[in-house]
C-alpha cells in the first residue's frame, strides 16, 4: 500500500470510529465517565469481531494500549505469514478516533503508533498514544 495508503487506511479507520462512537455515545446517557467509555470500547471493539484490546496505561494525554488477539493479524498471517513490519493499521485509526470521542478532542487530536505487532512475530500488538 505504500505510506500514503497506509495513511488513507488510518484517517479512513479514525473518522468511521470517531463518528460511529460519538453518535453511539450520544444515545446512552448512562455512559458517563472515563473508565465506563473505555470499556465500552473495549467490548465494541471485541463483539465487532476485531479482537481484544487491553489499556496498559491511558489519560488524556496518551499512554498505551495493549492486543493480545486480532482479526487483522489471524487473517494476514493465514494468507501471508510473518511480515517484517508492523501492520495493524485499521486499528491505530480505531485507537485514535475513539480516544477522540472518549477525551472529548477534535478529530486528528491523537496518533497511534504501534511499537509491536504479532504479524512480525511478537508476543502482542502494543499501541503508543500520543496528543499531536
Given at each position: 500500500m505504500g505510506e500514503e495508503g497506509v495513511a488513507l487506511l488510518v484517517k479512513s479507520a479514525e473518522e468511521a470510529s470517531y463518528k460511529g462512537f460519538q453518535l453511539l455515545l450520544g444515545q446512552l446517557d448512562r455512559i458517563r465517565t472515563i473508565k465506563s467509555k473505555l470499556?465500552?470500547?473495549?467490548?465494541l471493539y471485541q463483539n465487532c469481531g476485531l479482537?481484544?484490546?487491553?489499556?496498559e496505561k491511558l489519560n488524556p494525554k496518551g499512554g498505551r494500549i495493549a492486543s493480545v488477539s486480532s482479526h487483522?493479524?489471524?487473517?494476514?498471517?493465514a494468507k501471508?505469514?510473518?511480515?517484517?513490519?508492523?501492520?495493524c493499521h485499521f486499528t491505530r485509526g480505531?485507537?485514535?478516533?475513539?480516544?477522540?470521542v472518549?477525551?472529548?478532542?477534535?478529530?486528528?487530536?491523537?496518533a497511534v503508533e504501534e511499537q509491536?505487532?504479532?504479524?512480525?512475530?511478537?508476543?502482542?500488538?502494543l499501541?503508543?498514544?500520543r496528543e499531536r
Amino acid at each position: 500500500m505504500g505510506e500514503e495508503g497506509v495513511a488513507l487506511l488510518v484517517k479512513s479507520a479514525e473518522e468511521a470510529s470517531y463518528k460511529g462512537f460519538q453518535l453511539l455515545l450520544g444515545q446512552l446517557d448512562r455512559i458517563r465517565t472515563i473508565k465506563s467509555k473505555l470499556e465500552l470500547f473495549a467490548s465494541l471493539y471485541q463483539n465487532c469481531g476485531l479482537g481484544i484490546i487491553y489499556f496498559e496505561k491511558l489519560n488524556p494525554k496518551g499512554g498505551r494500549i495493549a492486543s493480545v488477539s486480532s482479526h487483522h493479524v489471524t487473517g494476514w498471517l493465514a494468507k501471508h505469514g510473518r511480515r517484517q513490519t508492523p501492520g495493524c493499521h485499521f486499528t491505530r485509526g480505531w485507537i485514535a478516533g475513539v480516544l477522540e470521542v472518549i477525551y472529548d478532542r477534535p478529530l486528528g487530536s491523537y496518533a497511534v503508533e504501534e511499537q509491536t505487532c504479532k504479524m512480525t512475530g511478537n508476543e502482542k500488538c502494543l499501541f503508543k498514544v500520543r496528543e499531536r
